[in-house]
């Protein structure tokens, strides 16, 4: 199969949809894939290092979208690359459809086939290719989260360790999956006194084993995510439901009556973000202040330590792309349900159910479009 993979274009992307590594490995399997000179300058991988793993570089995005059958890009495609899908040919990144009505309807008139990164599944539920940028997020929102504090960029001016005599500061986890235990763990690293709170109860007992009593952990209910945020000088939205837009866990009436100073850092913004006064912000301005608090909302932050993310991405979607170009996406899905969970969008049709439901669109059973 020819493989494509178009330089990043979203701004402050400087992630790449394949690594020189992955290249050589899609090419041992007899697979032309066709690079974009430039592409892997953001994971300080330049073309010669594609060239020898044995991709052919072409000059611009136009040519990778007309010949390559399989489009894999990290990022879901920008106005100018939808426009140049078209029917017949198989789009493998993140998509984050449920809060993208335009994206998604830009999708369905391509007549591409599209599939989505972050709602493949495996065997336990979980979300396999979501998992790596969820963890470099959650690292991530507490460093940023740190920086924020300080005064001179709005913060309360709180050192999340604090230092002999002084307490430290107070770290907030709303939800404990992926994210929400890899901020934990950077926070506790850090020395911070941390809270988590999640509405599964079996999680907060993995939790606690995982733990061992350095974590207060609460179930979510109203009244306690209140109580810990409106206590808080760093709070993290780390909650997601697959493919769907995320749930609102503050009101802005919630925000307003935080410590001034506080920060609010919203890992689900990719879904629509947790808070009602969240909106998508970007590394070049990642930060804004609602009443007295500041949020940092950057819709791509794995996309600020592109090295790190690429290969960590790349280690989890390689299997599903040699999959798909060596059977076909049709096969491919019929043989792997989990990779089938990962079709969105199919031949001018939606098949993923959250994204219609949060849309109001129609959608069609991923199954069916399989025969």
Same mark, same amino acid.
């Not at 941390?194 to 952990?217: H, Q």
């Not at 909302?297 to 299997?319: D, E, F, I």
């Given at each position: ?53 044995? /991709? ?13 059958? =399989? ?5 879901? !495609?920008? !106005?100018?690359?939808? /426009? ?12 984050? =459809?449920?809060?993208?009505? /335009? ?12 599939? /989505? ?18 963890? #470099? ?45 890899? %901020? ?18 079996a999680r907060l007992r993995e939790l606690d084993d995982l733990f061992g009593g350095r974590v207060k ?42 410590? !001034? ?27 804004? #202040? ?50 089938? %969970?990962? =079709? ?18 129609? #959608? ?5 479009? =399989?025969?």
């Amino acid at each position: 199969m020819r493989i494509g993979v178009p330089k990043e274009i979203k701004p402050q992307e400087n992630r790449a949809g394949l690594t020189p590594p992955a290249v050589q490995e899609l090419v041992r399997h007899g697979h032309e894939v066709l690079v974009q000179a430039g592409t892997g300058a953001g994971i300080g991988s330049d073309d010669a290092q594609y060239q020898a793993a044995g /991709a052919r570089l072409v000059p611009d995005a136009a040519a990778v979208f007309a010949e390559a059958e =399989l489009i894999v890009k990290v990022k879901e !495609p920008q !106005p100018g690359e939808l /426009a140049m899908l078209r029917r017949g040919q198989v789009l493998f990144a993140y998509l984050h =459809l449920a809060p993208d009505e /335009a994206q998604t309807r830009g999708l369905i008139a391509s007549g591409c086939t599209a599939i /989505a990164y972050e709602t493949i599944t495996d065997a336990r539920g979980r979300l396999p290719l979501l998992a790596p940028m969820s963890e #470099v997020a959650g690292r991530m929102a507490v460093q940023v989260g740190a920086v924020a504090l300080q005064r001179p960029n709005g913060g309360r001016g709180v050192l999340l360790g604090g230092v002999p005599g002084v307490a430290p500061g107070r770290v907030v986890v709303l939800g404990g999956g992926v994210v929400g235990t890899h %901020a934990a763990k950077m926070a506790v690293g850090l020395g911070a006194e941390v809270s988590i709170l999640d509405r599964s109860l079996a999680r907060l007992r993995e939790l606690d084993d995982l733990f061992g009593g350095r974590v207060k952990l609460l179930y979510a209910s109203g009244a306690e995510v209140e109580q810990a945020v409106l206590g808080a000088d760093l709070v993290i939205g780390a909650v997601l439901v697959p493919g769907a837009a995320a749930p609102k866990l503050l009101t802005r009436a919630q925000v307003a009556r935080m410590q !001034p100073g506080a920060v609010l850092v919203d890992v689900a913004i990719d879904q629509g973000g947790c808070f009602e006064t969240s909106r998508p912000t970007t590394h070049a301005e990642p930060t804004y #202040v609602v009443d007295g608090v500041v949020h940092y909302c950057v819709a791509n932050m794995p996309g600020g330590v592109p090295r790190t993310s690429t290969w960590a991405l790349n280690n989890a979607t390689l299997p599903f792309t040699l999959a798909l170009a060596g059977k076909g996406w049709r096969r491919a899905c019929a043989d792997d349900p989990h990779l089938l %969970a990962g =079709l969105n969008v199919h031949d001018g049709q939606l098949t993923y159910a959250a994204v219609g439901e949060a849309l109001g669109l129609p #959608v069609a059973d991923a199954r069916s479009v =399989l025969h």
